[in-house]
């Protein structure tokens, strides 16, 4: 069973950046579309990424397009998240997310079909 572990999330300054790593074990996820989510407190979770198994395709929210950015490195077993220019509504606990169906981003899908997910990292930018 693959299990995901997210790390990075802190506390930062309005306009700051922080950068989240997610570590895939158990095995590897170097063939699957990956991704990360957001939930703040009483809200949904919601969209924030996604980069296909080759890294060739991104998929940003709206609400943090042009400010984060999602990489991989798959010798790694790795996804990254780089958070720039953070607001206060960015504040959340960020989940990564893997699609163990697919390599290709499904933009459409519920849930972008991610079905497996790590356990978050919270992240609190203050005014």
């Known amino acids: 069973q693959v299990q995901l572990a997210e790390s990075g999330g802190g506390l930062v300054q309005a306009g700051g950046s922080l950068t989240l790593s997610c570590v895939a074990s158990?095995?590897?996820?170097?063939?699957?579309?990956m991704g990360w989510f957001r939930q703040a407190p009483g809200q949904h979770r919601e969209f924030v990424a996604a980069?296909?198994?080759?890294?060739?395709?991104?998929y940003y929210g709206d609400p943090v397009n042009r400010r984060f950015a999602i990489w991989r490195d798959s010798a790694k077993n790795t996804v990254y998240l780089q958070m720039n220019s953070l607001k206060p509504e960015d504040t959340a606990v960020y989940f990564c997310?893997?699609?163990?169906?697919?390599?290709?981003?499904?933009?459409?899908?519920?849930?972008?079909?991610?079905?497996?997910w790590g356990r978050g990292t919270l992240v609190t930018v203050s005014s």
């Open positions: 158990g095995g590897s996820l170097s063939n699957n579309a």
């Open positions: 997310a893997a699609d163990s169906a697919s390599g290709r981003i499904r933009v459409g899908v519920e849930g972008y079909g991610m079905d497996l």
């Open positions: 980069i296909s198994w080759t890294g060739g395709n991104t």
